[in-house]
C-alpha cells in the first residue's frame, strides 16, 4: 500500500507522534510506502511532498510541532482543489490519505471523501472541541501549560494585589479554561458557552477583596463574550480563512474590573505558548495510538472515517458526524465550580 500523510489547521503537540506512528505501522509492520505533503492540503494540491521511512521519523516522538509543516487553506480554495487533489492521488499511486487536522481539515477530509478519495481522518486541537472523540491529543498539553502558568501567576498577582486575567485558548469552547483553571484554582472562570455578566464578574472578584483576599486569578477563555449589551465589547472581524479575529477579551475585562473594582488588573495573553513545545507522555500516547489505528484503517478500506478516543478504546467514527458539532462544555461540568460564570 502507498499512504500519504499531511497536517493541516493550527500546529498542535503530538503532530509528530502520529507521523511517527503511521511510518512504523506502515512500513515496518505491512511493507508499505508512506509520502509526507509538506504544509498541509498545500502539499497535497502541490504535489510537494517526501518519503517518509524510519529515518525520516527518528528522533520525532517528543517534539513538538510538525517535521511536515501545516497550512491554514481557505474553504473555497479546497473546494476547487478537489481535482487536482484527485489527480495528484492518481498520479502518486495513493491508496490511502491520512490527514492530520482539526474542524477545518475534517471538514476538507470529508469533501475528498465525498468526491471519492480513499481518506482516513485523524483528529488534533488543543481546544479539546472536536465531537465524537472524548479527547484530542495536544489538549492535555496545553492544559499542563496553562495550569503551570496559572500557578506562576498567583504568586506575583498576590505580591502587587492585583486582579490578573488570564487568556487561553478556546475560540468556540472553555475546555482548556475550564480544566486549567479547575486545575490551579481560579476565582473566576469564563468560557464561551456563556456569555457572561461583567456585573456578576466584578461581584465575584470584589467579593474577594471584601473578604480579606489580597489578589484574584480570572481565567478567560479567548472566544467568551459578554451577554448582549451587557458592556461595551470589541469584536475583530473574520480572517481570510473565515475565522473570527478576537480583539482581547482579557484585555477589555482587565480595563473595566480595574475602572469598577479600583484595584489593578493586568491582562495575560497565554497565545501560542499553549501549542509550542514537547508533548505530554498522555498526548504521545493518544496520538501514537490513533496513528497506528488510522493505517489499520486504511488497511481495512475505511475510508470516510476518523479515528477517536471512546473511553479507553480506539474506535473509528464517519468523518460526517465528525464535523456535524462542536463537543461543548456541558452544564454539568460548570455545576461542579462555584466559579464558572
Ligand atoms: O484551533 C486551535 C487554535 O489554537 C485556537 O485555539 C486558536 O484560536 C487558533 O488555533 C489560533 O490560530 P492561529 O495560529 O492561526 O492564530
Known amino acids: ?26 512500513v515496518v509492520d505491512h511493507g508499505d510506502d508512506v509520502i509526507g505533503f509538506h504544509d498541509g492540503w498545500r502539499g497535497l494540491l502541490e504535489a510537494d511532498y517526501r518519503k517518509l521511512d524510519l529515518d525520516a521519523v527518528a528522533g520525532v516522538l517528543a517534539t513538538g510541532g510538525t517535521i511536515l509543516g501545516s497550512s491554514r487553506v481557505r474553504p473555497e480554495q479546497l473546494r476547487d482543489g478537489v481535482e487536482r487533489a484527485r489527480e495528484n492521488v492518481a498520479a502518486l499511486g495513493l491508496d490511502a490519505v491520512i490527514p492530520i487536522g482539526g474542524e477545518g481539515t475534517l471538514k476538507a477530509a470529508r469533501l475528498l471523501s465525498d468526491a471519492g478519495l480513499p481518506v482516513v481522518g485523524v483528529p488534533k486541537t488543543i481546544d479539546n472541541d472536536i465531537a465524537s472523540t472524548d479527547v484530542t491529543f495536544g489538549f492535555d498539553t496545553a492544559v499542563g501549560v496553562a495550569t503551570d502558568a496559572l500557578d506562576r501567576l498567583k504568586t506575583t498577582a498576590e505580591s502587587h494585589q492585583r486582579v490578573l486575567i488570564v487568556e487561553v485558548m478556546g475560540r468556540h469552547t472553555g475546555w482548556i479554561a475550564l480544566q486549567s483553571g479547575m486545575a490551579a484554582g481560579a476565582h473566576a472562570i469564563v468560557v464561551p458557552e456563556r456569555p457572561f455578566s461583567i456585573d456578576e464578574l466584578t461581584e ?6 471584601a473578604a480579606g483576599k489580597r489578589f484574584a486569578i480570572v481565567v478567560v477563555a479567548e472566544g467568551a463574550k459578554p451577554r448582549p449589551g451587557s458592556m461595551d465589547f ?33 491582562p495575560v495573553i497565554l497565545g501560542h505558548v499553549q501549542r509550542g513545545g514537547t508533548p505530554t507522555a498522555y498526548d504521545r500516547v493518544l496520538a501514537t495510538r490513533f496513528g497506528w489505528h488510522a493505517v489499520e484503517a486504511a488497511h481495512l478500506g475505511a475510508f470516510g472515517m476518523m479515528t477517536a478516543l471512546r473511553g479507553t478504546d480506539i474506535t473509528l467514527v464517519p468523518l460526517a458526524e465528525a464535523v456535524e458539532q462542536l463537543k461543548t462544555v456541558p452544564a454539568e461540568r460548570y455545576a461542579e465550580l462555584d466559579c464558572v460564570l
Open 1 to 26: 500500500m502507498r499512504i500519504g500523510v499531511l497536517t493541516s489547521g493550527g500546529d498542535c503537540p503530538g503532530l509528530n507522534a502520529v507521523i511517527r506512528s503511521v511510518v512504523h505501522r506502515a
Open 204 to 209: 465575584v472578584v470584589g467579593r474577594r477583596f
Open 234 to 266: 470589541e469584536t475583530g472581524g473574520t480572517d481570510v480563512y473565515g475565522h473570527e479575529r478576537f480583539a482581547g477579551v482579557a484585555r477589555q475585562l482587565a480595563v473595566e474590573l480595574e475602572r469598577r473594582l479600583g484595584k489593578e488588573a493586568r
